[in-house]
C-alpha cells in the first residue's frame, strides 16, 4: 500500500452536475496530481498541485479544476459533467522538493456520470 | 472487479517462464522513466524506475532496459508468478517549462500467467 487514499471509491452522477473528489498525500509528500482514466487506456494527466498552487497542467478544459489544503491533500472538482467524464480518476503523491519524482498512486474513485 | 485493459496487447506467459513488455516512449526530452503494475479496481503500483543516465537497472526478479536511441524501454520478469498477472504500464516523466512533472503513460500491456 502506498499510503494514499482517495474517496470516494465509486461515484454516479448525472450530466450537467458537479463532482469533488479527494485525496490523501502519502506522509512527507507535498505534492499531488490528478490523473483520468478511461477504460482500457493508460492515465492522462489532468494537473499537478504544489505547496498549494497549480504546478503544470495536462489538456483538460478549465471545468477540471483543483486545491491542496496546507496538509497536502487535494481536491478535483469537475462542473458541468460530461458523459465522457466517465473514468476512474486517481491522484498520485510525490515530493518534488526530494529530486525524486516518484509518483505513487491511490486507489483511484470510479465515476459513472449518466 | 472492473477490467482495466479490454482491449489492451496480451503476453500470455507460462507459470516460471521470464517475461519481456515492450514499450515505446515519444519523448526525447524524458529523464525518468517507470514502469507501474495495475491490478483490476486498484491503482497503478510502482514496480521500477531508471534515469536517462542509465541503460539498465535491476530489482527483485524485474529489469528495466532503456534504449534512447531508438526511445524504447522493456521491462523483464523473471520466473514469472500467477501474482505478477496484471496490466503493466511504461511512464515517461517529463518537466514541461520547469513547472512541475507530468507523468505520460504508455497504451499498457496485459500480462496473463498461466499456471
Known amino acids: 500500500e502506498t499510503g494514499v487514499t482517495q474517496s470516494p471509491t465509486h461515484l454516479i452522477k448525472t450530466r450537467g452536475q458537479q463532482v469533488t473528489l479527494r485525496c490523501s498525500s502519502q506522509?512527507?509528500?507535498?505534492?499531488v496530481s490528478w490523473y483520468q482514466q478511461a477504460l482500457g487506456q493508460g492515465p492522462q494527466f489532468i494537473f499537478q498541485?504544489?505547496?498549494?498552487?497549480?504546478?503544470g497542467r495536462g489538456n483538460f478544459p478549465p471545468r477540471f479544476s483543483g486545491l491542496q489544503f496546507p496538509n497536502y491533500s487535494s481536491e478535483l472538482n469537475v462542473n458541468a459533467l460530461e458523459l465522457d467524464d466517465s473514468a476512474l480518476y486517481l491522484c498520485?503523491?510525490?515530493?518534488?522538493?526530494?529530486?525524486?519524482?516518484?509518483?505513487?498512486f491511490g486507489p483511484g474513485t470510479r465515476l459513472l456520470v449518466l | 472487479g472492473e477490467n482495466v485493459g479490454l482491449h489492451l496487447p496480451t503476453l500470455s506467459v507460462q507459470e516460471g517462464d521470464n517475461s519481456i513488455i515492450n514499450c515505446a516512449y515519444s519523448?526525447?526530452?524524458?529523464?525518468?522513466f517507470i514502469w507501474y503494475k495495475q491490478e483490476s479496481g486498484k491503482g497503478p503500483q510502482f514496480i521500477i524506475d531508471?534515469?536517462?543516465?542509465?541503460d539498465k537497472r535491476q530489482g527483485q526478479r524485474v529489469t528495466v532496459l532503456l534504449n534512447k536511441t531508438v526511445k524504447h524501454l522493456s521491462l523483464q520478469i523473471a520466473a514469472t508468478q500467477p501474482g505478477d498477472s496484471a496490466v503493466y504500464f511504461c511512464?515517461?516523466?517529463?518537466?514541461?517549462?520547469?513547472?512541475?512533472?507530468?507523468?505520460?503513460f504508455g497504451g499498457g500491456t496485459r500480462l496473463m500467467v498461466k499456471p
Open positions: 498520485a503523491s510525490s515530493s518534488f522538493d526530494s529530486g525524486t519524482e516518484t509518483q505513487y
Open positions: 519523448n526525447s526530452a524524458s529523464d525518468y
Open positions: 506522509s512527507g509528500h507535498n505534492t
Open positions: 498541485y504544489y505547496r498549494e498552487e497549480e504546478n
Open positions: 531508471i534515469r536517462s543516465n542509465m
Open positions: 511512464a515517461e516523466n517529463i518537466t514541461p517549462n520547469n513547472a512541475g512533472n507530468m507523468l505520460t
